[in-house]
């Protein structure tokens, strides 16, 4: 992959936050992360657009719900959307 150099504008809190992280070694590097960052909305954004290939505007069921529990194997869920 061809990388390119571009700059971005942030607020001077956030960057230094992200300074931070990258000298303590939470994060490669402020690029890298900013990288990253992109590459998960970008995979998010191809979900999304499969999802709404798969079922449209429609809502999933309880059928879908009780599957998905099965698969990640969440036992006991007692009522959805309680935090």
Request: glycine share 8%; proline share 4%; no cysteine.
């Amino acid at each position: 992959m061809t990388m390119r150099k571009t700059a971005i504008s942030l607020p001077e809190d956030q960057l230094m936050r992200l300074k931070a992280a990258e000298a303590a070694g939470r994060i490669p590097s402020v690029s890298g992360h900013i990288q990253e960052l992109l590459r998960r909305e970008e995979e998010t954004a191809e979900v999304d657009e499969t999802l709404r290939r798969l079922f449209g505007d429609q809502l999933p069921g309880e059928e879908h719900l009780r599957w998905a529990d099965r698969v990640l194997g969440i036992d006991g869920v007692e009522e959805r959307g309680a935090a």
